[in-house]
């Protein structure tokens, strides 16, 4: 399945039927008179987030969403029935950014969360409505009111526990791989990884996810390379895991060129909690080890996790890290208990 996490489309709320213009003509009654009925309701165009989702593909191929009109009113003042709403799925994380890009319109967070975003046109009167003691037979009637209609931009956030970050070529794919059921793509050389890929930790009794984003390079928050795109996927995350590769010219640099971009880019990134790890130390021995983690720590890292993704040296050390800085149940986990506790009819108690 492609990645696509932004997308424009456009949409449309169904128009308000229009009211009848009718007149009782029945032999044997006396009194006749307007009973033209009123309009239906348009379509509501409705938003809804639903599980099994983390791709915005679907609206590369369907991009304009119309809903329905509602029924014209009818004689024996019948109302026209009411269409019915336009529901459109999309992953959670999503957001509905304005045309311009400026104001989020919505933000779903939650599996089921729903929101009613362009309501449909209220249906036309009909001539029944209009009889009144000095008109006793009208015929004007309402067209129904017309439906709204926008363009939108969907962004979607991928929602994850723990974000991971670096150069490219830092070793975050390896990383991922070891730690999680993702299966990305390695490779020795820069931007194998080009799109965010997620992945479900599994780590002493405990789930996270973590989300790996495409390698940052100097200047990422101004357009350079394809980092500054998919650095909202990390925005959500509570943790950011920083790989430094110890094979590079210089990793104290290194960790500094992240850092600034995550400064420039803002949204609260670099006031997250961040893990230094020294990635690759399979290839370099203790002494320089110790040395490049020495620099990182003058720096500015608090505390450097010297780890090999390749051969899971240290890795240990670092998700205990982790769960440190996580909540006592995270989302996969809350989600995880309540599917067993429903299976089981059983009543839910915290750990």
Known sequence: MHFLDQAKIFLRSGAGGPGAVSFRREKY?????????????GGDVVFRAVQGLNTLIDFRYSQHFKAKRGTHGMGRDRTGAGADPLVIEVPVGTQILSEDKEDVLADFTEVGQEVTFLEGGMGGRGNASFKSSTNRAPRQHQPGEAGQEMWVWLRLKLLADVGLLGLPNAGKSTFINAVSNAQAKVGAYAFTTLVPKLGVVRHKNREFVIADIPGLIEGAAEGAGIGDRFLGHIERCRVLIHLVDITGSDPAEAMKIVEAELEAYGAGL??????????????????????????????????????????????????????????????????????????????????
């Open 270 to 351: 670099e006031d997250k909690v961040q893990l230094i790890a020294l990635n690759k130390v399979d290839l370099a021995d203790e002494e320089l080890v110790e040395g490049f983690a020495k620099e990182l720590r003058a720096a500015g890292a608090d505390k450097v996790f010297a780890l090999s993704g390749a051969t899971g040296q240290g890795v240990e050390s670092l998700l205990d890290a982790v769960l440190q800085h996580l909540p006592d149940r995270t989302a996969t986990e809350t989600k995880g208990k309540a599917e067993e506790d429903t299976s089981e009819a059983a009543p839910w108690s915290p750990l």
């Open 29 to 41: 009654i006396e009194y006749g008179g307007p009973d033209g009925g009123s309009g239906g309701k």
